[in-house]
């Protein structure tokens, strides 16, 4: 089978071979004509599969009729990383169709967004704490949108969006063309997808298992000893293109910054990193000027990094699914590719449920001349915080007296609170001033 036989827009088609798209993925052959017929569609889906084509052509065939300049098409995605891949297909795919896409998520300056917005769009990639910011503040309309999608859907679910979702689903057309994507289909999610799609056909490629083309190896180690075995993992490995996985930012940072160190070219990638450097060390990988990318789960899915020759858990994950998303960034376009992970005695259990959920034993390798024998410090000191400095005492304040008899609603005394409301911002020392609208640049989804 090949693309022309969807019968798509010719734009859209002239886009496609200039792309060098040829056959079509089973997602896309089994998705692409239900998405064309108006059908609401539920995808059980792993990355790098080749679903954001599978619902981006069929969305940029349908907008091709229609009004233009007003939000017709509204994808939500977990992160911005998988957020700007989505719009980069989007503006790959229909770059003959002056049909214009924008991505909107936190951690980034809002007015370009806004401006982009004001200035008309048809297609919205948006983040969920960012979006419900600007339906809150008016700067986006999506009383016209026809179809509304959800990509990593599990994702969303793990990070804790699903309330957001719930939100941003109250804000547009109860009339409207629903495609949900998942690579799992937890209760939470199955229970979703049954409140929002109506009469939805299944579109499922394969199963949950990681690529048949990956290798797996477990090295059981201390956890003080995880990154002298790294270091002599990676002396006997053919270190083209390695992706590492740990489980805080810390870690991540901290063991980006030993590899390098080390003579490797390395970088990290983690939440507490700006969207450029976010980026910027993205970009630098995929094009080999980073060998090495140490990465939290923010980085399992939506990388669309297909030469990645190794995946390192430098740490387990905590489900097998994760697992499962984890290793699915190597082994892709019929490739080989390996898999290690370090455990430790406390992962025995986490090592069964992996194995249970494969089918198969993994195999406990251990590298020769490597001395396993060498005794924990007395206090773990590799990846722990500087001591920070003690602060002053500060004098207790009489709140009523430092503002003027009232106490501002917005701060609380409690740290643990959260303000019911966004504080109205004028300038400072200026009564009635006029408030401006408020983007929270650090909420999740950014």
Request: include cysteine; aromatic fraction near 4%.
């Amino acid at each position: 089978m090949e693309f022309k036989e969807f019968n798509l827009h010719p734009v859209i088609a002239a886009s496609i071979t200039e792309a060098g798209y040829v056959t079509p993925t089973p997602i896309q052959q089994q998705a692409i004509p239900t998405v064309m017929q108006g059908r609401d569609v539920m995808g059980l889906a792993q990355t790098g599969t080749g679903k954001t084509a599978a619902f981006a052509l069929p969305v940029l065939h349908r907008l091709m009729d229609g009004p233009r300049r007003t939000v017709r098409a509204l994808v939500v995605a977990p992160t911005r990383e998988l957020a700007e891949q989505i719009h980069e297909s989007f503006v790959t795919l229909g770059r003959k169709t002056q049909l214009k896409s924008v991505t909107v998520y936190g951690g980034v300056n809002v007015n370009p967004q806004i401006q982009a917005l004001k200035n008309g769009v048809e297609i919205v990639v948006a983040c969920p704490g960012r979006l419900l910011d600007h339906i809150s503040q008016g700067t986006i309309d999506l009383s016209h949108l026809e179809v509304l999608i959800l990509d990593e859907a599990d994702q969303m679910f793990d990070m804790g969006f699903l309330p957001d979702i719930r939100r941003i689903l109250k804000q547009i057309p109860a009339k409207r063309q629903t495609l949900l994507f998942s690579a799992t289909m937890p209760p939470d999610i199955n229970k979703l997808a049954q409140d929002i799609l109506t009469d939805p056909v299944t579109v499922k490629v394969g199963n949950t298992a990681p690529p048949v083309t990956v290798s797996h190896a477990l090295y059981p180690v201390e956890q003080h000893l995880k990154t002298a075995l790294l270091m002599e993992l990676l002396k006997h490995t053919d270190t083209e293109s390695v992706l590492i996985f740990t489980r805080t930012k810390h870690r991540a940072k901290r063991l980006g910054e030993q590899l390098e160190k080390a003579g490797y070219k390395s970088a990290s990638l983690q939440g507490n990193l700006s969207q450029n450097r976010r980026q910027e060390a993205l970009n630098g990988f995929r094009d080999g000027t980073y060998q090495i990318l140490v990465a939290t789960d923010i980085a399992a899915r939506g990388i669309d990094v297909s030469q990645i020759s190794h995946v390192i858990n430098y740490d387990i994950p905590d489900t097998p699914e994760a697992y499962v998303h984890r290793i699915g960034r190597t082994g892709r376009a019929a490739k080989s590719g390996d898999a290690f992970t370090m455990v430790c005695s406390e992962d025995t259990v986490m090592v069964r449920t992996i194995e249970k959920k494969l089918g198969t034993a993994l195999e406990r390798r251990t590298i020769t001349d490597f001395d396993y024998s060498v005794p924990a410090p007395k206090k773990d000191a590799e990846f722990a915080r500087p001591p920070r400095e003690p602060r002053p005492a500060r004098k207790p304040v009489d709140a009523k007296k430092s503002s003027g008899g009232s106490i501002n609603p917005f701060k609380s005394d409690h740290p643990g609170s959260k303000p019911s409301g966004r504080p109205q911002q004028g300038r400072p020392g200026v009564t009635g001033a006029t408030p401006k609208p408020v983007f929270n640049s650090s909420r999740r989804g950014k």
